[in-house]
């Protein structure tokens, strides 16, 4: 069910709201002068990271991967973005929108149970 066409539509839309969150974090937690750099650059560290560290033929992505890493540090990966951007909601001070989105991610990794097994093996 981890590659159902909801569920991969799910999380990409989960992943352009962590974007979004951690960009409103690096506008509001950053001082006047740098949150005009923090804003566009703290979601673009993670879109990088995102797209950079891969497990070699995930079926959910290209199946290619830049870095190849281990299924473990991938799903660390992908925690910590989507419950960061998250959290960067709530830092923000959309308290409803970041408990959304983190129900979200939990509900899209628990009908994600076949990826997970995946990619621990990995």
Do not use: C, H
């Amino acid at each position: 069910m981890g590659n159902a066409w909801w569920n991969l539509t799910l999380r990409f839309l989960l992943e352009l709201a962590a974007l979004l969150g951690l960009a409103m974090a690096g506008w509001g937690l950053s001082g006047e002068v740098w949150r005009w750099a923090a804003a566009p650059v703290v979601p673009l560290i993670a879109a990088a990271l995102w797209g950079t560290f891969a497990v070699p033929n995930d079926p959910s992505r290209s199946g290619r991967a830049p870095v190849p890493i281990p299924g473990v540090v991938r799903l660390v990966l992908e925690l910590a973005i989507l419950f960061g951007g998250a959290l960067g909601f709530y830092a923000a001070g959309y308290k409803t929108t970041a408990i959304i989105v983190a129900l979200l991610v939990a509900v899209s990794y628990a009908l994600s149970l076949d990826r997970l097994g995946w990619l621990v093996k990995q």
